[in-house]
């Protein structure tokens, strides 16, 4: 399962998908994937400028 918050705020994934654009998202879900099997690690935080951070979690 994954969850997503923008800005700190819980978010659908249509929702995130919709502020911060579906390729930015995907695209920074598979890194958090990548990086979890690398690190174990279950949050990730990432920055777009112009919308701010997309906090992508792991379960």
Known sequence: MTT?????AATTKSMTEWYFGKAFVTSMTAKAKRENKK????EFRFWQDGTGYLTITLH
């Open 39 to 42: 690190t174990g690690k279950t």
């Open 4 to 8: 997503y918050k923008t800005n700190h």
